[in-house]
T-cell receptor, first 111, second 117 residues
Framework: DAKTTQPPSMDCAEGRAANLPCNHS???????VYWYRQIHSQGPQYIIH???NNETNEMASLIITEDRKSSTLILPHATLRDTAVYYCIVRGSSNTGKLIFGQGTTLQVKP | GAVVSQHPSRVICKSGTSVKIECRSLDFQATTMFWYRQFPKQSLMLMATSNEGSKATYEQGVEKDKFLINHASLTLSTLTVTSAHPEDSSFYIC?????????????FGPGTRLTVT
């Protein structure tokens, strides 16, 4: 599976949009981009995933560049409860595929 | 929604003893489960893939005789840390993949914090 690169940390003001970037320049054609987050001392939580089209759900939006070498997770109105480590993971389409976690981005939402 | 539980949530054991951690999918069947370990301020590290009815597949560097995995039913996988030592103290997290469901679905348990004294 392709490797991802994320900034180690970011700050965001409460109520503002949080834009978390991820580079995955070695992604292959059948690999999806997944985003998970982990709030302190809890198990990871699925946020969103996509292949090449932009995706939106009740939690976030995922913007994938046309060449698929990078993506951005957008939390439209960050709250203090969104403070967490956010992981961008690239994985194949099999439902038994492993999730290999990188270091992620620690997002601190500040009042 | 799909729920994965882990038991116990916290455990303290003495060096040299064995500890069993359970991972259960509460409202779905899971042919495949994964076990992760997470040290403080580090990311999750995949330890092994647990497949119902067959032997687990361990990641490189993970000792299969030390971390025994049993996936005896479609809703339960267990991880036994044998002859635990202080360096095994960590946060252990499991995840489960629904047998029938969308290919992207994978649900994580809340984790088990193991402290070996």
């Amino acid at each position: 599976d392709a490797k991802t690169t994320q900034p180690p940390s970011m700050d965001c003001a409460e109520g503002r949009a949080a834009n978390l970037p991820c580079n995955h320049s070695t992604i292959s054609g059948n690999e999806y981009v997944y985003w998970y987050r982990q709030i302190h001392s809890q198990g990871p939580q699925y946020i969103i995933h996509g292949l090449k089209n932009n995706e939106t759900n009740e939690m976030a939006s995922l913007i994938i560049t046309e060449d698929r070498k990078s993506s951005t997770l957008i939390l439209p109105h960050a709250t203090l409860r969104d403070t967490a480590v956010y992981y961008c993971i690239v994985r194949g389409s099999s439902n038994t595929g492993k999730l290999i976690f990188g270091q992620g981005t620690t997002l601190q939402v500040k009042p | 929604g799909a729920v994965v539980s882990q038991h116990p949530s916290r455990v303290i054991c003495k060096s040299g003893t064995s500890v069993k951690i359970e991972c259960r999918s509460l409202d779905f069947q899971a042919t495949t489960m994964f076990w992760y370990r997470q040290f403080p301020k580090q990311s999750l590290m995949l330890m092994a893939t647990s497949n119902e009815g067959s032997k687990a597949t361990y990641e490189q560097g993970v000792e299969k005789d030390k971390f025994l995995i049993n996936h005896a039913s479609l809703t339960l996988s267990t991880l036994t840390v044998t002859s635990a030592h202080p360096e095994d103290s960590s946060f252990y997290i499991c995840s489960a993949v629904p047998t029938s469901g969308f290919s992207y679905e994978q649900y994580f348990g809340p984790g088990t914090r193991l402290t070996v004294t």
